[in-house]
């Protein structure tokens, strides 16, 4: 199976020189700029998560994402993750169709449920319809992807009867991120999805189990092998010293405020050494560490695919965009030689 490698962004507010926070719209044209250099580096993926918060403002990826393409010739494009759960099926498959003929048909989705859920009250969904929300849609949004009029009924939106869903574009690849739940690798397998692990914390070798899991459940489902990714954070610098200490204020100041409503523990200078060294989920570092951990854990899980997630609110968008020119130019050849 052919290795790609990726980047994903949450579209974090960056920072001037000075530290003080950029607008919304600086932060979202420089996005622009980013995925522009993740194209010429030679990337395979650019990836733009769903937020709905004043740190994280990325709340309509696909029309960064269109912009994107205009300025791009080969590298694909899509959401990392698009929470399907509090979206219309219909929309999101119409958006992301008009954006894979925009970009020539690169355009690729991962589907999501959502672990951080500001958009379920944004859009007025009961959080304790969280399964069955997703489960229907999720169901939805695969017959959406057969083409052709659609018969569907369900209780989370209005049934269609031979209903025609336009733009006709050519099927686009569609991912299910995956965070802890078994239960969501199994459903990948069943509708044919690539899996994309989301690996946030902890030991990577951990969701080995998963990738055992949904290679077993293609083969119950008589569907062929299918790409497992990994989508991990990181930041990468010339140096192990200068990437931790440019990640680590920010990184402490982001999951200090996410542990207040989603029950993390606020990171110590301790617990930040084990996550960036080997057996931790952090990839930040220089561009042989970074590569030598992703290598290592790429062929635990059995994966073809790796999306860093770079950036973290904080940051300047010269560091970003020095972060993406070591990923492509050094850290990929370097993880693909010790793939070979």
């Known amino acids: ?133 997703f489960e229907e849609k999720t169901h939805l949004f695969a017959e959406l992807l057969k083409g052709g009029p659609i018969t569907w009924q369900g209780k989370t939106r209005a049934a269609l009867h031979e209903q025609d869903v336009v733009p006709y574009t050519e099927p686009f690849p569609t991912w299910i991120g995956v965070g802890g739940s078994p239960q969501s690798v199994v459903r990948a397998a069943s509708y044919g999805f690539s899996l994309m692990l989301a690996i946030i914390g902890g030991h990577p070798g951990r969701f080995a189990p998963f990738s055992e899991l949904y290679k077993h459940a293609l083969e119950k489902f008589g569907r062929d092998p299918l790409p497992i990714g990994i989508h991990s954070p990181g930041h990468v610098a010339e140096t192990d010293e200068q990437a931790r200490e440019e990640f680590w204020p ?63 609110g904080g940051l300047s968008h010269e560091s970003l965009m020095r972060t993406i020119e070591l990923y492509g130019t050094k850290v990929v050849p370097l993880v693909q030689d010790m793939l070979a």
Request: charged share 20%.
């Open 250 to 312: 920010h990184y402490l100041d982001l999951i200090g405020r996410l542990g207040k409503t989603r029950g993390f523990a606020t990171p110590t200078p301790e617990s930040y050494a084990h996550e960036v060294g080997p057996h931790g989920a952090l990839f930040v570092g220089s561009p042989e560490t970074v590569a030598e951990k992703m290598a290592r854990t790429m062929k635990k899980l059995d994966a073809s695919r790796f999306d860093l997630k770079y950036g973290i």
């Open 1 to 133: 199976m052919t290795t790609t490698f990726g980047l994903d962004t949450f579209g974090d507010v960056t920072h001037d020189a000075s530290g003080t926070p950029l607008t919304h719209a600086q932060t979202i044209r420089n996005l622009v700029e980013q995925g522009v250099l993740a194209d010429q580096v030679g990337l395979d993926f650019f990836g733009i998560g769903e937020h709905h918060t004043p740190d994280m403002p990325l709340s309509a990826a696909d029309v960064v994402l269109a912009a994107i393409a205009a300025r791009t010739s080969s590298i694909h494009l899509g959401s990392a993750v698009t929470v399907l759960s509090s979206d219309d099926p219909v929309r999101v498959y119409q958006r992301f169709s008009t954006l894979n003929a925009v970009s020539g048909g690169r355009a690729e989705i991962i589907l999501g449920r959502g672990s951080s859920v500001d958009s379920f009250p944004l859009f007025g969904y009961d959080l304790a319809d969280y399964e069955d929300l």
